[in-house]
């Protein structure tokens, strides 16, 4: 099975950005949707953004327009761009990977996180 590996988080001040990296351990061809999800603690984890190898990606409300998620089949890495960060998003993030939809993917396999801090 896939494995997957997050990398670039840290700490950042406020409106700064950061780009999440999350390599895989083999061909991401075959995997159907991937994704960014992020926990903090003591909340819920949810889901950031996804998007498969084709069409539009998928991201929450509270990252549009700050947030670009990317994938390079042929490097079998996928990238979240995090531009103007906020306090609130402070957390760690995780990548994923399963079948679709976008929307609500059923993600079976999980990378360990990369911790996101920004400070105000």
């Known amino acids: 099975q896939v494995q997957l590996v997050e990398s670039g988080g840290g700490l950042v001040q406020t409106g700064g950005s950061l780009r999440l990296s999350c390599v895989a351990s083999g061909s991401i061809l075959s995997l159907d949707v991937m994704g960014w999800y992020r926990q903090a603690p003591g909340e819920e984890r949810e889901l950031v953004a996804t998007?498969?190898?084709?069409?539009?990606?998928y991201y929450a409300d509270s990252v549009k327009g700050r947030f670009l998620i990317s994938r390079d089949n042929d490097a079998n890495t996928l990238y979240l761009q995090m531009n103007s960060l906020k306090p609130e998003d402070t957390a760690m993030y995780y990548c994923?990977?399963?079948?679709?939809?976008?929307?609500?993917?059923?993600?079976?396999?999980w990378g360990q996180g990369t911790q996101v801090t920004v400070s105000s």
């Open positions: 998007r498969r190898s084709w069409g539009s990606p």
């Open positions: 994923a990977a399963g079948p679709g939809p976008i929307q609500t993917p059923s993600m079976r396999i």
